[in-house]
């Protein structure tokens, strides 16, 4: 008896959104609305009441938590490419009453390479900045870092071909580039986890980048409609 062949069917790829009560647009609006302006979970609340849509700030703080990450990654094959000059610092953060530390590094023309929520200041935590931030971009020829004594080591071990630059003062373009990540954190008072540090820093460096024309995102627009456009093209590839 011959048998009958069976068709199997591709699979269809689900949206990140399927299950969830709002549209993508609301959840989006709220993301993105969370990560560029200082305001906090409750202000986000208010603001969408205010057009119509009845949503917990819990669930904002959900959405952020959840979405955050998935926008970062869609965005990756979007973004330009680095420049071959980097500038690495670190600032503070207090996560649940605790000061931690947040590594961050820029190119030389304003890109958020990456960022790394640690809650120490060590060998091994810049390790783990440097092994991430080579990871999507490719290998600078320099390197400008405060004095900290394990910057040297995990530079001979990862670039070693780099200059190594700890003047004083060489360092100001990533240090005043903090400022706007502060900013953005000022309103919260405090975080409870380190998760939140290192989701809330990576998306308001999406937004930067975004904002700074690092991405091929929201490219035909007017420059102060652009991280909205971007957000709808992002909302899409997820």
Partial sequence: MRRRRQHVR?????????????SPEVIVLAVRWYLRYGLSYRDVEELLAERGITVDHVTIYRWVQRFTSLLVDAARPCRHSTGDRRFVDETYVKVAGRWTY?????????????????????????RRFFTRALSHSRKPVEVTTDRAPVYPRVLDEQLPAAHHVDVARANNRIESDHSRLKARLRPMRGLKRLRSAQTISAGNALVQNIRRGHYELGTDTDPRLRLTTAFAELTLAI
Avoid: K
């Fill in 102 to 126: 947040l590594y961050r590094a820029v190119d030389q023309f304003g890109q958020v390479i990456d960022v790394l929520a640690a809650e120490h200041r060590d060998l091994a935590a810049a």
């Fill in 10 to 22: 591709p699979a269809v790829p689900v949206s990140e959104f399927a299950g969830f009560r709002f």
